[in-house]
C-alpha cells in the first residue's frame, strides 16, 4: 500500500480554491467594469459636455484626443469596436468626423443608439462671404458649439437620450447634472455678451483659418470677412486666387487681424501676413479642439472664454 504524502495531496486542496479566487476576480471585473453603462462620444468637445451631463452614472468614453483636428481624426479597431458595444453614441455629425461617421453609422445598423448632436440644435448653413467663400455655402454647418445658446439645447436633449437609453443611470441625477451645466453655459452666455460689447461694431468683422465661426457670428454681432482656407474643413487648400480675393476683402472691410486654430499650423495665415504687407496679426484661438487639462483649453467652457478674450483682445487693439 502506498503512503500519500502531504505534498500529493496539495494540488487537489489548492486547486478548488485558486479556481474560487479566479471566478471571483473575474466577477468583479465584469461588476466594476463590463456591465457599467457606457456612453461612447466622438469629438472631445462634445465628450466634456457630455461627462457634465452624466457625472457618476455611466462611463463617458471620448474618441478624439485633445489637440486633434475633427475633420481628419480616425480610430483604432479598438475604438471602432467600442462603438458597437456603447449604449449610446452621441456625435457631431453634418459631416464633422470626416472619417469616423462610417463607424458610427455601423454601430447604428449593430443596433447602438445614437445622437446626431449637430443636427438637433437648429443647424445654420455656410453663407457666402466677402471673399467668395466657403465652397460648401448652402450646406449645414456642423461647428454649432460657438454659440453657447445651441450647446445648451444639446445639453437638454443628450440628457433626454442618455435617459432613455443608458439603462440603470438616475434620471433625477441625469437631470439635476443637466440643469446646473446649463446655469454654467447661461452665464457664459452673459459674459460674452459683456466682453464682446467691448468690441466697436466697426471692427466686428472676422478672418479665420477656414470657416468656423457662423454661429458665434451670428449669435453675437459679427460679421465674417473670410477664410484662409475658403472651406469649412481643414482638408481644404487655397489657391493663390483665393489668397488674393480675401486679402482684398480685407482691406476694403479695413481687417488687419486673422484668428488661427490653435492646433493647426499657421502657416497660410502667416503667408496672409506677408501678403498684407506685415501689416497683420495673427492671433490663436481653440476652435476645434480642447487641450489636455491644465493647457489653455481643458474644458468647453474654458475655451469659450480664453476665445473671447482672444477675440476681444485681437480686434480691440489690446
Known amino acids: ?21 479566479f471566478l471571483a476576480g473575474a466577477a468583479t ?13 466622438t469629438t472631445n468637445i462634445l465628450g466634456d459636455i457630455t461627462r457634465e451631463i452624466v457625472g457618476d452614472e455611466a462611463g463617458v468614453t471620448v474618441l478624439m484626443k485633445p489637440n486633434a483636428d475633427p475633420h481628419s481624426f480616425g480610430l483604432s479597431a479598438v475604438q471602432a469596436a467600442e462603438l458597437e458595444r456603447a449604449d449610446l453614441v452621441v456625435f457631431n455629425g453634418l459631416g464633422l468626423e470626416e472619417n469616423v461617421l462610417r463607424h458610427v453609422e455601423a454601430a447604428r445598423e449593430s443596433g447602438v443608439a445614437t445622437f446626431e448632436a449637430g443636427k438637433a440644435v437648429d443647424p445654420l448653413t455656410f453663407q457666402a462671404h466677402d471673399d467668395g467663400g466657403p465652397e460648401e455655402a448652402g450646406q ?16 437638454g436633449l443628450i440628457a433626454d437620450q442618455v435617459v432613455e437609453h443608458v439603462d440603470g443611470v438616475d434620471e433625477k441625477a441625469i437631470r439635476d447634472n443637466a440643469d446646473r ?8 452666455t452673459t459674459w460674452m455678451e459683456k466682453s464682446f460689447g467691448r468690441i466697436p461694431e466697426p471692427r466686428r468683422a472676422l478672418v479665420t483659418n477656414h470657416h468656423v465661426f457662423g454661429y458665434l457670428a451670428e449669435r453675437f454681432g459679427f460679421r465674417v470677412v473670410g477664410a484662409v482656407l475658403p472651406s469649412g474643413t481643414t482638408l481644404a487648400s487655397p489657391s493663390s486666387s483665393d489668397l488674393r480675393s480675401l486679402t482684398e476683402a480685407m482691406r476694403t ?37 480642447l487641450t489636455e487639462k491644465g493647457k489653455g483649453a481643458g474644458t468647453y467652457l474654458q475655451m469659450m472664454r480664453a476665445n473671447t478674450t482672444a477675440m476681444t483682445d485681437g480686434l480691440t487693439g489690446a
Open 1 to 21: 500500500m502506498t503512503r500519500r504524502t502531504p505534498g500529493a495531496r496539495r494540488p487537489r486542496t489548492l486547486l478548488p480554491a485558486l479556481l474560487t479566487l
Open 29 to 41: 471585473a465584469c461588476t466594476s467594469g463590463d456591465d457599467q453603462p457606457r456612453v461612447v462620444v
Open 140 to 155: 449645414p454647418d456642423p461647428h454649432f458649439w460657438t454659440d453657447p445658446d445651441r450647446v445648451r439645447k444639446a445639453v
Open 181 to 188: 451645466y446649463d446655469g454654467q453655459l447661461a452665464d457664459l
Open 253 to 289: 472691410a479695413g481687417v488687419r487681424t486673422v484668428f488661427a486654430d490653435s492646433s493647426q499650423p499657421k502657416r497660410l495665415a502667416e503667408v496672409l501676413r506677408t501678403e498684407m504687407g506685415g501689416r497683420t496679426r495673427v492671433v490663436e484661438l481653440y476652435s476645434e479642439s
